[in-house]
Nanobody
Framework: VQLQASGGGLVQAGGSLRLSCAASLRTFSSYGMGWFRQAPGKEREFAAG????????YYVDSVKGRFTIFRDNAKKTVYLQMNSLKPEDTAVYYC??????????????WGQGTQVTVSS
């Protein structure tokens, strides 16, 4: 199983980025997907999750109203649209998949990270 994250980069505060995660999962449409992030010196934290259908999404409070997670099951890809970025959003972002189909809880597969840096 491979989860290939991309789309990170350097952006000024207030700017936007869209992360993508392409999955090699054969039954991608049955998996819940999530985005996690890890800032320097901090533990990895859940940022956003989406259930198998795309009908339910979940966010950590600090990104609500600014980030949107969505998925395209035909392309086996999950996205994270990040708007109004803040310096505190700077982190390595990881995508993950869970086999129970929800957008929360334990995750079974992890991708490599993509760096997001927000300058003030």
């Amino acid at each position: 199983v491979q989860l290939q994250a991309s789309g990170g980069g350097l952006v000024q505060a207030g700017g936007s980025l869209r992360l993508s995660c392409a999955a090699s999962l054969r039954t991608f449409s049955s998996y819940g997907m999530g985005w996690f992030r890890q800032a320097p010196g901090k533990e990895r934290e859940f940022a956003a999750g989406i259930d198998w259908s795309g009908g339910r999404t979940y966010y950590v409070d600090s990104v609500k109203g600014r980030f949107t997670i969505f998925r395209d099951n035909a392309k086996k890809t999950v996205y994270l649209q990040m708007n109004s970025l803040k310096p505190e959003d700077t982190a390595v972002y990881y995508c993950a998949a869970n086999s129970h189909g929800t957008g929360y809880g334990n995750y079974d597969y992890w991708g490599q990270g993509t760096q997001v840096t927000v300058s003030s």
